[in-house]
């Protein structure tokens, strides 16, 4: 085979996978951002897909209420208070690596929730799938931020908080069908297939990145009194309407947190290498950005869980039945978050926050409204504006907080922001029920109890609009406009004009190396050797000419400013090779004379 049928051979090959995969250079982001986004809705769906099986759990392994909580809270305790440890661990040891590592648990857990014979594994399995999702999490925000450069981060995050927000709304349609028509085990052997194409796809599609910091290591006193203090806060909020908010129990698990959580402040400030820059929370818009993700969980769990609750108990709607109601605010989520992602490109993530936020407590406004008696289109307002609400606040809340952040810190960055919308979360359930608790002085079979849960169901809606509303105004005035930190800035010229520096350097060896191959193919006898031979005779021909013609069909290079040359004309490689085969024919007669 002549070198020439090679090069034509290879280019045909690398014609077909592009023309197959359709990857190159310019879509190589998004592509990553894809087979993240795919494990991301595997996680987010299992927040509020088991909650609508709980009944069919408990008379399947026979168990009461108490401990079927825990099923709900296994998961939600682990993936609250490793988070920031999940995001400190992906910076330090590879974003790719911590992110397979959690996605194999999550799915490994799923199985084992699926295949569990009593209350015991299910629960023990469950705080695993949460152990998983907490090294994922702050993985995929991680690998967004190191992947794509600020000017295009908004769009991408809004794309996260898309799929983000769809699966939260869509897990109690998906898990109603699942149980009514298959049973409980499938809501977990759902992720089974799932997980095993989202690892191969993030082997494939997903770079590995990790902090360029020298000397870092692990802060071991910062991750247990991190840890310690995360769990016992939200293990006070899980319990605190069981025990009661002023029982001596939960009083000394607060006291726990404040003690755990002073001391990780305290190793933080003085250790050598903290793994939480503390200086961040000195950051307005930082602090605002959090405060804002706190408050919209708060928020959107609230609509979940209570307005589930409302649609079930008091309407006497079927699982299936309330998940179709949830499909509206579903399509608004999807369709409004990348747009919100987009206008924060161009204007800055406040006002975005600010209204997301407004719009929320709107919608929880009009579904403080409902009485005893609605149908779909008393509920449908409230949907609309929510999902819009949700969809506007979500994305930019996450650029404004890893805006402030280098790509070298944006794994713990994003794992305060995914901790402070998990302990919101479960803030919204604890401080609701106990609104809507104190209401209620019947059960459930007297028929009081429809009234009185309606009236502390408005009192904790209402309670939670002048939360956010409140929030809505110090987000506005803590949270600026969209600033690059000064590491980041320039950064994609530079390391474009570094690629095609080095790419024109490795273009001038290749020319080199085939100009030697081509003069040991024609060099008259008992000529005089290139010196060059010696240097490409180790390597295999085909594999000399397979890196030459990678170079000559080079159409997705970049320039130095960044533009793709999609549009080089074919005739510059052709007068790239006419140079290579006068300057070998040179070689040749001067081998001659010689």
């Not at 809705?41 to 897909?49: R, S, V």
């Not at 006193?221 to 293990?235: D, K, M, Q």
């Not at 401080?431 to 009185?452: K, T, Y």
């Given at each position: 085979m002549t070198v020439r049928a090679a090069a034509d051979g290879a280019a045909e090959g690398r014609a077909y996978r592009r023309l197959v995969l359709r990857i190159d250079d310019g879509n190589q982001k998004w592509w990553t951002l894809g087979a993240v986004?795919?494990?991301?809705?595997?996680?987010?769906?299992?927040?509020?897909?088991?909650?609508?099986?709980?009944p069919s759990i408990g008379r399947g392994l026979k168990v009461g209420v108490s401990q079927l909580e825990w099923v709900v809270n296994g998961y939600t305790l682990t993936f609250a208070v490793l988070m920031l440890t999940g995001g400190r661990l992906a910076d330090l040891y590879g974003r790719r690596l911590v992110f397979e590592i959690g996605l194999a648990l999550f799915t490994l857990s799923s199985l084992a929730c699926g295949l569990a014979p009593n209350?015991?594994?299910l629960i023990a399995a469950r705080s695993f799938q949460g152990a998983g999702g907490a090294m994922m999490m702050p993985a995929t925000l991680s690998i967004i931020s190191a992947t794509f450069p600020p000017e295009e981060r908004g769009t991408a995050i809004g794309i996260w908080a898309g799929v983000s927000g769809s699966a939260l709304a869509i897990g109690p349609l998906l898990g109603g069908l699942l149980t009514e028509h298959v049973g409980w085990s499938w809501i977990f052997f759902v992720n089974v297939p799932v997980g095993a194409v989202a690892?191969?796809?993030?082997?494939?599609?997903?770079?590995?990145?990790?902090?360029?910091?020298?000397?870092?290591?692990?802060?071991?006193?910062?991750?247990?009194?991190?840890?310690?203090?995360?769990?016992?806060?939200?293990?006070?909020?899980?319990?605190?309407?069981?025990?009661?908010?002023?029982?001596?129990?939960i009083i000394g698990l607060?006291?726990?947190?404040?003690?755990?959580?002073?001391?990780?402040?305290?190793?933080?400030?003085?250790?050598?290498?903290?793994?939480?820059?503390?200086?961040?929370?000195?950051?307005?818009?930082?602090?605002?950005?959090?405060?804002?993700?706190?408050?919209?969980?708060?928020?959107?769990?609230?609509?979940?869980?209570?307005?589930s609750l409302y649609m079930q108990n008091i309407l006497g709607w079927t699982p299936v039945h309330t998940g179709v109601v949830f499909l509206p605010m579903t399509v608004l989520v999807v369709v409004s978050a990348p747009l919100a992602g987009h206008v924060t490109d161009l204007i800055g993530p406040r006002w975005p926050i600010a209204v997301g936020m407004v719009l929320l407590a709107v919608a929880l406004v009009v579904f403080s409204r409902l009485g005893a008696r609605a149908g779909f289109t008393d509920l449908l307002p409230g949907m609309l504006i929510g999902g819009f609400g949700m969809g506007v606040a979500m994305g930019p809340m996450t650029?404004?907080?890893?805006?402030?952040?280098?790509?070298?810190?944006?794994?713990?960055?994003?794992?305060?922001?995914?901790?402070?919308?998990?302990?919101?979360?479960?803030?919204?359930?604890?401080?609701?029920?106990?609104?809507?608790?104190?209401?209620?002085?019947?059960?459930?079979?007297?028929?009081?109890?429809?009234?009185?849960?309606?009236?502390?169901?408005?009192?904790?809606?209402?309670?939670?609009?002048?939360?956010?509303?409140?929030?809505a105004a110090f987000s506005a005035l803590l949270v600026r406009g969209l600033r690059v930190p000064p590491d980041e800035q320039h950064r994609g010229d530079r390391d474009r004009e570094r690629d095609v520096c080095e790419e024109d350097g490795e273009a001038?060896?290749?020319?080199?190396?085939?100009?030697?191959?081509?003069?040991?193919?024609?060099?008259?006898?008992?000529?005089?050797?290139?010196?060059?031979?010696?240097?490409?005779?180790?390597?295999?021909?085909?594999?000399?000419?397979?890196?030459?013609?990678?170079?000559?069909?080079?159409?997705?290079?970049?320039?130095?400013?960044?533009?793709?040359?999609?549009?080089?004309?074919?005739?510059?490689?052709?007068?790239?090779?006419?140079?290579?085969?006068?300057?070998a024919a040179d070689h040749r007669a001067g081998d001659a004379r010689r």
């Open positions: 986004a795919f494990s991301l809705f595997m996680i987010m769906l299992d927040n509020t897909i088991v909650n609508v099986a709980l209350i015991g594994t690892f191969a796809a993030s082997f494939v599609l997903v770079p590995e990145s990790k902090s360029t910091e020298s000397g870092e290591r692990p802060d071991i006193a910062g991750l247990l009194t991190s840890g310690g203090g995360l769990l016992a806060l939200t293990y006070a909020l899980i319990e605190a309407n069981e025990y009661g908010w002023s029982s001596a129990k607060f006291v726990a947190a404040v003690v755990l959580l002073g001391s990780f402040v305290v190793v933080e400030r003085h250790g050598r290498t903290p793994m939480l820059d503390l200086a961040l929370f000195g950051k307005r818009t930082f602090a605002g950005a959090n405060i804002a993700a706190l408050l919209v969980s708060l928020a959107m769990f609230g609509i979940f869980f209570f307005v650029v404004a907080a890893l805006s402030t952040v280098s790509v070298d810190d944006a794994g713990v960055a994003s794992g305060v922001v995914t901790t402070a919308r998990q302990v919101g979360g479960t803030l919204g359930i604890a401080v609701m029920g106990a609104i809507v608790a104190a209401a209620e002085s019947v059960s459930q079979l007297d028929p009081r109890f429809p009234l009185q849960f309606v009236q502390g169901f408005h009192d904790a809606l209402r309670t939670g609009a002048v939360i956010l509303i409140v929030g001038a060896r290749r020319r080199e190396a085939v100009g030697a191959v081509r003069q040991l193919e024609d060099r008259p006898s008992g000529a005089v050797r290139d010196p060059r031979v010696d240097r490409v005779l180790p390597a295999r021909r085909e594999d000399v000419q397979q890196r030459w013609d990678d170079e000559e069909d080079g159409d997705e290079r970049r320039d130095p400013a960044g533009r793709i040359a999609h549009d080089r004309p074919e005739r510059e490689g052709e007068d790239a090779e006419q140079h290579e085969v006068d300057g």
